[in-house]
């Protein structure tokens, strides 16, 4: 294919076009190398400076990874299923994982965990309904698959609520936190998740080691008790070349009409 100066843009835009539609096809297929630089140049007819603003076009949108200097190659897309509805199923599954070991057995996952007391961020202390000067106890969590960062789970808890619990310690809780807080006191029955999706923070970037022009879903969960009571704020963060968010919707029941 040569390009062309009229009709479908500019000269990289043409060549990432093309590129883009072998990748969705399968013509090149995931992990596949490109062409070097410089049969992309004879292929196209255009200078190598094209060819690597062409290339640039796709790094930036998270097709392709530059791994120079043996080139550039397709993506390999192993998306993780996410479930938010399954936030408040039975646990655990087994013994010795939680959730996110027994649902991605086959890869080898991981996860860091660092617990720390914080002032709330407005939006954290907002959605628990803390006065000034109140702390949170934040669990912070990077999620990997096969040594690469998945997603970040980060929980955050009002801290006279779990002081000396074993949400205060930076391991695995084998019940979950959610029974740990039932344990205490402070069932949740119910749930508001929100979800946006936007560009990742630079904080987000490092902790996910991200690509350039890889937005993330930001998907914050606060978690109520049968009285009304917000004792839970979970954010996480799933880049989206990463992951699938898979609701079950159920339609409920119809009374019958009056006659």
Known sequence: ?????????????????????QIADGTLAPGAKLPTEAKLTDQYG?????????????????????????????????PMVVRPQAEFRPRPYTPEMDAFMTEHEGRAPDQKIEVSIWEPSGEVAKR?????????????????????????????????????????????????????LAELGFRQV???????????????????????????????????????????VAISVYPGDRHVISYERRREAQPDSEA
């Open 190 to 232: 119910r749930a508001i998740d929100e979800i946006y999706v936007r560009m990742p923070t630079p904080d987000e970037v490092r902790r996910l080691e991200l690509g350039p022009g890889t937005p993330v879903a930001y998907h914050v969960c606060t978690g109520y008790t049968e009285d009304g009571k917000p004792v839970r």
């Open 46 to 78: 255009v200078t190598r400076g094209t060819v690597r603003a062409a290339l640039e076009i796709l790094v930036n949108e998270g097709l392709i990874i530059s791994a120079r200097p043996v080139g550039h190659f397709v993506r390999d897309r192993k």
């Open 128 to 180: 628990l309904q803390l006065e000034s000067g109140e702390l949170v106890v934040a669990r912070r969590r990077v999620r990997h698959l096969d040594g690469e960062p998945f997603n970040i789970n980060d929980s955050f808890f009002p801290l006279d609520l779990v002081r000396d619990s074993a949400i205060m310690r930076p391991e695995n809780i084998t019940p979950g936190a959610n029974e740990t």
């Open 1 to 21: 294919m040569a390009v062309k100066k009229v009709g479908r843009g500019t000269y990289k835009q043409q060549i990432s076009d093309d590129l883009r539609q």
